[in-house]
């Protein structure tokens, strides 16, 4: 690769870093689930929710009583 394009190509990579990293925080801040509510798991959930390792399902909600295969856990 040409010297030149380098240093725009990480310059690019850096900036579009920096956004994924924003937006995927601001995204995680205070959510919380209402099928949760009063569930024996409901700390606990609130905990990983706070910390960004799960996200919960598509219809916003978390399902703690649903059995789920390891390969489908929400994303």
């Known amino acids: 690769m040409k010297e030149k394009m380098k240093r725009p190509l990480s310059i690019l990579l850096v900036v579009s870093m920096v956004i994924a990293l924003l937006a995927g925080s601001a995204y995680a801040v205070n959510r919380y689930f209402e099928d949760a509510k009063g569930h024996w ?13 799960i996200s919960g399902y598509p219809d916003g909600l ?9 390969a489908s856990l929400p994303p």
């Not at 798991?41 to 390792?53: C, H, N, R, S």
């Not at 978390?62 to 390891?70: E, K, L, N, Y």
């Open 41 to 53: 798991a409901e700390e606990a959930i609130q905990i990983l929710t706070d910390k960004g390792v």
């Open 62 to 70: 978390v399902h703690p009583d649903a059995i789920s295969p390891g």
